[in-house]
T-cell receptor, first 116, second 114 residues
Framework: AQKVTQAQTEISVVEKEDVTLDCVYETRDTTYYLFWYKQPPSGELVFLIRRNSFDEQNEISGRYSWNFQKSTSSFNFTITASQVVDSAVYFCALSEEQGGSEKLVFGKGTKLTVNP | DSGVTQTPKHLITATGQRVTLRCSPRSGDLSVYWYQQSLDQGLQFLIHYYNGEERAKGNILERFSAQQFPDLHSELNLSSLELGDSALYFC?????????????FGEGSRLTVL
């Protein structure tokens, strides 16, 4: 069965520090999608990125970057020059397709606190 | 704004009661997924409907049921509520059944059972 592990339960940094959130996944599928979501204190799930298993290119979006490595089954997320507004819980997720249904398997989340 | 609408945003009720959570998917999306986020279990898949038909079930209790109507909105019914049912319930919609990786989440319905 699919599994997503976010080993870091909580991380605390000072503003302007870089921070990397780790995500390791397990799957037997050859085609799958990986996701990162942000959940601010208000509770909604904010989509950050979706990555197809065939696309191993790293991606950068502003202060955010993602490192996808199939060889180590990892999909890590780095925030450069962190800001207080980045404080949230971040979830990594893996799509699992079974019987014509595509559900997401989520990690437990990493709570990031950025202190001023 | 994902285009997925969930109501109500907050709901407080008592043990033993029954509630209905509603989800309107993005225009044109045929799939609706329900997820539960609790402190104990984290984010878990509950059930998936596609164009009115149930497609997959996850860790959904027998006290819970869902349906998707002809206009594609979906309702999640929670009955005989227990304290442990207090959670954030998310709905997500997708254009197809599977294979796209496109999932759009609503803002969630926060249920508190007292």
């Amino acid at each position: 069965a699919q599994k997503v592990t976010q080993a870091q339960t909580e991380i605390s940094v000072v503003e302007k520090e870089d921070v990397t959130l780790d995500c390791v996944y397990e799957t037997r599928d050859t085609t799958y999608y990986l996701f990162w979501y942000k959940q601010p204190p208000s509770g909604e799930l904010v989509f950050l990125i979706r990555r197809n298993s065939f696309d191993e290119q790293n991606e950068i979006s502003g202060r955010y970057s993602w490192n996808f490595q199939k060889s180590t089954s990892s999909f890590n997320f780095t925030i450069t020059a962190s800001q207080v507004v980045d404080s949230a819980v971040y979830f990594c997720a893996l799509s699992e397709e079974q019987g014509g249904s595509e559900k997401l398997v989520f990690g437990k989340g990493t709570k990031l606190t950025v202190n001023p | 704004d994902s285009g997925v609408t969930q109501t109500p945003k907050h709901l407080i009720t008592a043990t033993g009661q029954r509630v209905t959570l509603r989800c309107s998917p993005r225009s044109g999306d045929l799939s609706v997924y329900w997820y539960q986020q609790s402190l104990d279990q984290g984010l878990q898949f509950l059930i998936h409907y596609y164009n009115g038909e149930e497609r997959a079930k996850g860790n959904i209790l027998e006290r819970f049921s869902a349906q998707q109507f002809p206009d594609l909105h979906s309702e999640l019914n929670l009955s005989s509520l227990e304290l442990g049912d207090s959670a954030l319930y998310f709905c997500a919609s997708s254009p197809r059944t599977a294979g796209t990786g496109e999932l759009f989440f609503g803002e969630g319905s926060r249920l508190t059972v007292l």
